[in-house]
């Protein structure tokens, strides 16, 4: 739990510091800004697709790496069957 008006790090179980959200923020618009709009709400990571016609518009997650991964399976390049030849 985390203390009234606490502006420090944040540390998980095993320790690791927890990147600030300011930072994460600006991580995710270097790495996906030009394809997708993204917010933090406080408690969730969101992300628009800049393109309307996107097949998986928006994106809500708990964590960055959960976002990424969402975004990165919808928006998967997808490529055809191979044609097989019958013998």
């Known amino acids: 739990m985390i203390e009234v ?12 510091c927890w990147e600030p959200p300011g930072a994460t923020l600006a ?3 270097k790495e996906l800004g030009s394809t997708h709009q993204i917010a ?7 992300a628009t697709a800049r393109d ?13 790496e959960q976002l990424i991964a969402a975004i ?3 928006n998967a390049p997808t490529t055809p069957e191979p ?5």
Do not use: K, Y
């Open 5 to 16: 008006g606490h502006d420090g790090d944040h540390m998980d179980a095993r320790g690791v």
């Open 27 to 29: 991580r995710l618009n």
């Open 40 to 46: 933090w709400t406080g408690s969730l990571w969101l």
């Open 52 to 64: 309307p016609a996107a097949p998986h518009r928006s994106e809500v997650e708990n964590t960055p």
């Open 72 to 74: 990165r399976r919808h």
């Open 83 to 87: 044609v097989r030849s019958h013998p």
